[in-house]
Nanobody, 122 residues
């Protein structure tokens, strides 16, 4: 079992930056691939970024590539999402996710956090 708690959301102007954090419980955090998803009002949840358990691989949605960076600190059981050059269309609830499979963490992860709101004003 993995429990995930996101933090770091908030209100920011277009062009600004935010860093989201996701703290995971459990001693096996380093075994899990981690991901970020988001859901805007009236839209389906969509994949944002993923990172493998050993930090070797990362993967991004085209909409955030070059602006967002996913990272993790296995010693702190935490995964991060650094978001730069934010746009109003990035406004959404951001969810942290975990799965033992790097493939599945990008599609249907087993574990989800409760989400944190990010609002980007124009």
């Amino acid at each position: 079992q993995v429990q995930l708690v996101e933090s770091g959301g908030g209100l920011v102007q277009a062009g600004g930056s935010l860093r989201l954090s996701c703290a995971a419980s459990g001693r096996t955090f380093s075994s899990y691939a981690m991901g970020w998803f988001r859901q805007a009002p009236g839209k389906e949840r969509e994949f944002v970024a993923a990172i493998s358990w050993n930090v070797i691989s990362t993967y991004y949605a085209d909409s955030v590539k070059g602006r967002f960076t996913i990272s993790r600190d296995n010693a702190k059981n935490t995964v991060y999402l650094q978001m730069n050059n934010l746009k109003p269309e990035d406004t959404a609830v951001y969810y942290c996710a975990a799965d033992l499979s790097y493939t599945e963490v990008r599609r249907m992860p087993d574990y989800w956090g409760q989400g944190t709101q990010v609002t980007v004003s124009s």
